[in-house]
């Protein structure tokens, strides 16, 4: 995002930062650091990723794209060990992910929010409880895990996670009695719950309207000014890449075709990566939205 | 340009109606016939007996009436014992099963080792019928409603871990793995994710378990298990017909009331 702290007042719905990081610190820390990452499947299958390398730096956004299949989702899941990388070396909040045993992983895991392009809220329970689930790693006893039964000050803190994504009226709702923008935002407020450092996003936007996807964006783009938290995220709205990224990564087959600041990046060459597409073939979104 | 009556006739093209069988699957389809017609011998099926025996059905059926209501606290208040032996073994069974769905489910044991352990036991306690765990806790624990109770968890447990294993394999995994990126325990996965997407399809086997367990519960006294069935057992071999067939119908009016009430509760729950 080519924001500059300075900015931060003048964007509606700007909330005061809850933990402090100092956003424009002249320093900005790698946060996460990928090399050789390798993947495949299954032995007879081939490669998904090869040879993957990219780095993340504090408070800073990296728009992946490229076309289905190339990998992108599977990149974000090995960096958190979601799915098993074959081979490659991932340093993630100065920690070694490769070498890390289960509880150190869960630890690490703890400060690091993944957002699906499918929420993935739990169903048949309430929105407030999906949110408390935020806090499983750091508040270790069941209790805390649902509404009915959580501390007064958990429940305090997943309610003003809920504000800041602007869903309190709805705490009390079922989560499978939400629309899908106001699941995505449920979701985000969950990934909040965590103080997350780094942020992960797999099209966050991808299953929603435009204004609803907007605004799922916009909350991102709040967290890295307002918190310095890193957010790599996956889209396939090249306007998204291009208005919430600060690079751009794209991967072709599993692999990096290239990864520049977003002022480098021609977006109109870049089309091509996807190939021609017929109008017949044009997305319901495109004929909706033009 | 196509006249449809010149068309050549294309039936010898259809396909054949049934598929021909093979040389082994008739072997097998004739095998299957003999042996069926094997084991209706072995059960000694006799129509003339059958015969003889209608008049005899007639005469125990006319002992039975009129039903005896003299007795009727003392047979209330054991069906009200046999429904709460039902009871008990159902929400005991249930409550052992779900650490069991956990081991048994394939998306949810800690290992392959726990996972074949936790199927073997619960494929073993589904096979051996309740009235074999009856006699076997008869003879461990006495005589009574306890051997009863222990008999239907058992016998619950055969039942409902099975189901509850197969409702989380089929949970969404979507959920599971938001959680896991969050850092969750195992634990809190199954308590946070699992389990609220199974509790309908377990609420629903639970309340089958308990129908199972109230018509399993009625016969357990036969062995001395505590409930319904011993009283039922005294009246015959006294040649009290009539007050075996009051029995009979208090059987049926529990087991009625509970499949109606449960099949109820279990559409409200759809
Ligand atoms: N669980 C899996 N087992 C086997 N192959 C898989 C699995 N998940 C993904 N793949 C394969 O890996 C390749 C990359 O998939 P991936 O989902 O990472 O792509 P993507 O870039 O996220 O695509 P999309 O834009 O459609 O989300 C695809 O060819 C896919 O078929
Ligand atoms: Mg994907």
Redesign the interface.
């Known amino acids: 995002m080519s924001v500059q702290p300075a900015e931060t007042a003048v964007v509606p719905g700007a909330r005061a930062p809850g933990t402090a990081a100092s956003p424009g610190a002249p320093h900005r820390s790698e946060q996460l650091t990928v090399r050789g990452l390798r993947k495949r499947y299954g032995a007879k299958e081939a490669d998904v990723l090869q040879d993957v390398a990219f780095v993340l730096r504090e408070g800073e956004s990296l728009a992946v794209i490229g076309a289905n299949g190339s990998g992108k989702s599977t990149m974000l899941r090995c960096c958190?060990r979601?799915i098993e990388p074959d081979t490659g070396e991932i340093e993630m909040l100065g920690q070694d992910v490769m070498s890390a045993r289960e509880r150190s992983l869960?630890?690490?895991?703890?400060?690091?929010?993944?957002v699906?392009q499918?929420h993935?809220?739990?169903?048949?329970?309430s929105v407030l409880s999906n949110v408390l689930?935020?806090a499983?790693?750091r508040a270790?006893s069941?209790r805390n895990?649902f509404q009915a039964t959580a501390p007064g000050r958990l429940r305090a803190e997943a309610l003003a996670c809920l504000e800041r994504v602007g869903l309190t009226e709805l705490a009390g709702r079922r989560s499978d009695r939400l629309s899908g923008g106001q699941s995505q935002r449920v979701?985000i407020a969950?990934?909040l719950m965590?103080r997350p450092r780094l942020v992960f996003a797999d099209e966050p936007a991808a299953s929603l309207d435009p204004t609803a996807g907007e605004e799922v964006m916009e909350l991102f783009a709040q967290l890295m000014r307002d918190e310095g938290v890193g957010v790599l995220f996956t889209c396939h709205d090249l306007d998204h890449a291009r208005r919430y990224g600060d690079r751009v990564l794209a991967l072709r087959q599993g692999r990096v075709m290239f990864d520049r600041a977003v002022g480098e990046v021609d977006f109109d060459g870049l089309r091509q990566l996807y190939g021609p597409v017929p109008a017949a073939e044009r997305s319901p979104r495109e004929v909706l939205y033009g | 340009m196509a006249d449809p009556t010149r068309q050549p006739d294309r039936r010898r093209e259809l396909p054949d109606r049934l598929p021909r069988p093979d040389a082994l699957s008739f072997t097998l389809y004739v095998a299957v016939a003999a042996f069926v017609i094997w084991c209706f011998q072995a059960a000694e099926m006799s129509v003339s007996t059958f015969i003889e025996g209608v008049p005899s059905m007639g005469r125990l059926v006319s002992e039975m009436f009129p039903p005896a209501f003299g007795r009727m606290d003392s047979i209330g208040a054991t069906m009200l014992e046999t429904f709460q032996m039902a009871v008990v073994g159902t929400v005991l069974g249930v409550a052992l099963s779900i650490p069991f769905a956990v081991m048994a489910a394939r998306n949810q044991t800690p290992n392959r080792a726990v996972y074949y352990l936790a199927r073997g036991v619960i494929t073993f306690v589904r096979t051996v019928p309740d009235l074999i765990w009856a006699i076997f806790f008869v003879i461990t624990v006495g005589l009574g409603p306890f051997a009863g109770v222990l008999a239907l968890t058992v016998d619950t447990l055969g039942f409902c871990a099975r189901f509850f294993a197969e409702s989380m394999e089929e949970a969404?995994p979507?959920?599971q793995?938001?959680?896991?990126?969050?850092?969750?325990?195992r634990?809190?996965i199954v308590?946070?994710?699992v389990l609220?997407?199974a509790?309908?399809s377990m609420v629903a086997t639970s309340l089958f378990a308990l129908e199972k367990a109230t018509r399993s519960s009625v016969v357990l006294g036969l062995v001395g298990a505590g409930g319904i069935g011993i009283e039922l057992k005294a009246a015959m071999d006294m040649f009290d017909y009539n007050e075996a067939a009051t029995i009979i119908l208090s059987i049926f009016a529990l087991v009625v009331l509970v499949e109606r009430t449960s099949a109820a509760l279990r559409a409200r729950l759809i």
């Not at chain 1, 993935?120 to 329970?125: F, K, T």
């Not at chain 2, 793995?177 to 325990?185: D, K």
């Open positions: 958190l979601l869960r630890r690490l895991r703890a400060h690091v929010g993944f699906f499918r993935n809220l739990v169903p048949r329970l689930h935020g499983q790693a270790a069941p895990w979701a969950r990934t965590q | 969404d979507g959920p793995e938001a959680l896991t990126a969050l850092g969750a325990r634990s809190g308590l946070g994710a609220p997407a509790m309908p």
